[in-house]
């Protein structure tokens, strides 16, 4: 367990983030190492932040042990804290944001090679780009909270969680997959959104099949926005099951 003075409530999001044109990962500074942070989101979780005994001296490959334990477990939050959407919908026992994480990674280690496209990098981006939900919390369009107020939260939390885990070369790494699927600037990127998308369908299927729900609502808010011809063909075939279903 972590000592009590390594523990801090959500209470407050500190503003201090500038929002930059620059399409390379900074680690936003904060005023203090006890930074909290909150969300509006109704996504459940009763989880608490680390904030470490500082920043470690940055390294090139190499995660102190302490380091790797206080980031793996704020990283728990991930496995405990439910995904809005379903919890709003009232779905029995509902995925959590690692549980949609996972099967993205899964989606993209079974994709067919795309040119141009680094699969291993997808993989890694796949398990990464909700990350800083383990603080925020999954803030949905339904929450009130503009995309800019969204991704200001979400790069600081960011930025908090690659502090605690050092701020080396494993740190970095995080922070550029995280924000280069945020700006969607990359192949990699394009495809990862795209089975963000797919996979939250594909689920939402199954909640169908399973509970009796109708999730029309999440079938219509991805309609048309695919980016890849593996995205479209993978939502074709998930909409064409749910159409034959009767």
Request: a negative charge; one cysteine or more.
């Amino acid at each position: 367990m972590l000592p009590l003075s390594l523990l801090v409530r959500f209470k407050s999001l500190t503003p201090h983030y500038s929002p930059s044109s620059s399409s390379s990962f900074t680690l936003f500074r904060m005023t203090t190492t006890r930074a909290s942070f909150s969300s509006s989101s109704s996504s459940s979780s009763s989880c608490s932040v680390p904030a470490g005994d500082g920043v470690n001296p940055p390294s090139t490959g190499v995660t102190a042990p302490s380091s790797a334990i206080d980031f793996l477990s704020l990283c728990h939050c991930l496995k405990t804290t439910k995904r809005t959407g379903w919890v709003r919908r009232e779905i029995k026992d509902p995925e959590s944001i690692a549980d949609h994480m996972y099967r993205m990674g899964l989606m993209a280690l079974i994709a067919s090679d795309i040119p141009g496209v680094d699969r291993d990098k997808c993989i890694k981006m796949a398990i990464v780009h909700d990350i800083a939900e383990a603080i925020v919390g999954d803030i949905t369009p339904s929450d009130g909270i503009s995309k800019a107020e969204k991704s200001q939260r979400e790069r600081e939390a960011l930025d908090h969680m690659c502090k605690l885990l050092g701020g080396g070369s494993r740190a970095q790494e995080i922070g550029e997959l995280w924000l280069e699927y945020e700006e969607n600037s990359s192949p990699e990127a394009k495809v990862v959104k795209d089975l963000d998308k797919v996979e939250m369908v594909l689920q939402a299927l199954e909640y169908e099949n399973e509970q009796g729900k109708d999730l029309e609502e999440f079938f219509q808010s991805t309609a048309g926005k695919f980016q890849t011809e593996m995205g479209k063909a993978w939502a074709l075939e998930i909409t064409s099951r749910r159409s034959k279903r009767g």
